[in-house]
């Protein structure tokens, strides 16, 4: 029998929710998780039965208790937390994002709990014959200094998302996927961020991301809290969700800027040595970070930008992008442009590699033309973010050609592919330089 106090906490748990769209996404998780994982990852993420029910069931009639019974169903999301990865992670990651908000308003990291889900579990086994006197809370000190958990000087890696969409890994993979709906990007202790993709065009696989969310776990030891930020088509803003633009210490912080208002944010967390871009190109939105090589293996991280999309979800733009004129006219009878006149426009936007090949495909397939600029950004940032490694990538990219071009014709472009414009190289430097003064001096 579930106590009154059981149901009001149950009541004011669902009323979060329902503050962060959780109706929304709960009606919309079934769809997402067709479009987006395996049937069987799907069904093995059983939040509500494994972990909410539980928590639900527990009788928590005082302070103590229900900070020990949200204790233990952190521990239960923690303990599944592989097995909800995918798009059936967007209930998992919101429910596991809010159990920390109702810790924090109940005080618990005020209260001395046992570290162990048996000690905590024997809490509930207790009968209240004499009544339990709860312990003394302790006061928490102040946190002063931020620890820097990784040094300006480590390897970093580097991720990029942009187009229909077009995905560049930490491992320098290179696909273009369909991941409609809600799937998350990085996720690890430190970090989460998920993007939304939404399909463009009718009786098409063609999606784009309209919104992103990122969320910085807090971190005790750097003086962090929790906070989130949004990013939504129309609306880019320049602070978190509570308003405020930095959490941590003056000494090393994690930050919001406005590199260039309406248009890209930049978010450093110092911390963890990572940094962040979100930019806005007509209604859609790309995304950049640059984070240390030890976060982003497959042992400490996960999501798209560490695993790569799933292989059901790889779109071959290669091979669109090999078909002659009259092949591409049987595959897209509704395409509103050539094959030459999409290259054409490409190469007026200056942007050659990877960044050429994922706009003519994003041309092609939807006929937007904004989606030149979102290339155009795209190599820009990613320039900034990882100068070395786009020039590298820029010099051994082939662009991909018509299977019937002549063996002269496929020189000729391959050479032209593998050695970027002294432009490009110039825009490097330049961009490398400012993004070290805006390191020194902000």
Same mark, same amino acid.
């Given at each position: ?16 929710? $329902? ?15 067709? #479009? ?11 939040? #509500?039965? %494994?972990?909410t029910?539980p ?6 009639? !005082? ?54 889900? %048996? ?8 009968? #209240?014959?004499?009544?339990?006197? *709860? ?5 928490? *000190? ?9 040094? /300006? ?45 939404? *399909? ?8 784009? !991301? ?5 969320i ?13 930020? /949004? ?14 633009? !930095? ?14 208002k ?6 450093? @967390? ?5 940094? $962040? ?8 939105? !790309?995304?950049? $970070? ?20 799933? %292989?059901?979800? $790889? ?13 591409l006219? /049987? ?20 942007v050659?590699?990877f ?23 795209? @190599? ?15 010099r ?8 019937d ?26 961009a ?11």
């Open positions: 029998m579930v106590s009154n106090t059981g149901t009001i906490l149950a009541c004011e748990f669902l009323l979060l929710l $329902i503050c962060v769209d959780f109706i929304q996404v709960t009606i919309a998780f079934p769809a997402l998780a067709e #479009q987006g994982g395996s049937k069987k990852s799907n069904s093995s993420c059983q939040v #509500q039965p %494994k972990c029910d928590y639900v069931q527990r009788e928590a009639d !005082t302070a103590f208790k229900l900070c020990a019974s949200l204790k233990l169903y952190k521990l239960c999301l923690d303990r599944i937390r592989k097995q909800c990865r995918g798009s059936g992670g967007i209930y998992y990651n919101t429910v596991r994002t809010l159990v920390p908000v109702l810790m924090r308003n109940h005080k618990c990291d005020n209260v001395t709990l046992p570290e162990k889900e %048996k000690g905590l579990l024997n809490i509930f086994k207790k009968r #209240q014959m004499q009544g339990n006197i *709860p312990p003394k809370p302790t006061v928490k *000190p102040k946190c002063t200094r931020t620890k820097r958990l990784y040094s /300006k000087s480590e390897e970093k890696k580097y991720c990029g998302l942009f187009g229909d969409p077009h995905l560049r890994t930490f491992e320098d993979a290179k696909q273009t996927c369909v991941v409609e709906g809600a799937w998350p990007l990085v996720e690890n202790h430190f970090l989460i961020v998920q993007v939304t993709n939404v *399909p463009l065009v009718d009786g098409s696989s063609a999606t784009a !991301t309209n919104k992103i969310t990122v910085i776990q807090e971190n005790k030891d750097s003086c962090v809290q929790q906070k989130i930020y /949004k990013a939504k088509s129309g609306a880019l803003p320049a602070a978190f969700d509570d308003g405020t633009s !930095t959490t941590g210490t003056s000494e090393c912080s994690v930050r919001i800027l406005e590199v260039e309406n248009s890209l944010i930049h978010i450093r @967390l110092c911390h963890i040595g990572t940094d $962040i871009y979100v930019r806005q190109v007509s209604q859609y939105l !790309t995304f950049h $970070i640059r984070m240390p090589h030890a976060l982003t293996s497959e042992d400490f991280s996960m999501g798209l930008c560490v695993n790569g999309c799933p %292989k059901q979800q $790889i779109i071959d733009y290669r091979e669109l992008l090999s078909f002659t004129e009259r092949r006219a /049987k595959v897209l009878p509704r395409k509103k442009i050539t094959r030459r006149e999409a290259k054409k426009k490409c190469q007026d936007s200056n050659t590699g960044y050429l090949d994922s706009c003519m495909f994003d041309l092609l397939t939807t006929g937007g033309s904004n989606f030149t600029l979102a290339a155009r950004s795209a @190599l820009d940032d990613a320039f900034v973010m990882d100068p070395v490694g786009t020039v590298k990538d820029l051994n990219y082939n662009v991909t050609i018509p299977k071009a002549s063996e002269t014709e496929t020189k000729q472009k391959h050479s032209s592919a593998s050695s970027p414009s002294f432009c490009l190289v110039s825009h490097c430097l330049i490398s330089l400012w993004f070290v003064l805006l390191h020194r001096f902000i």
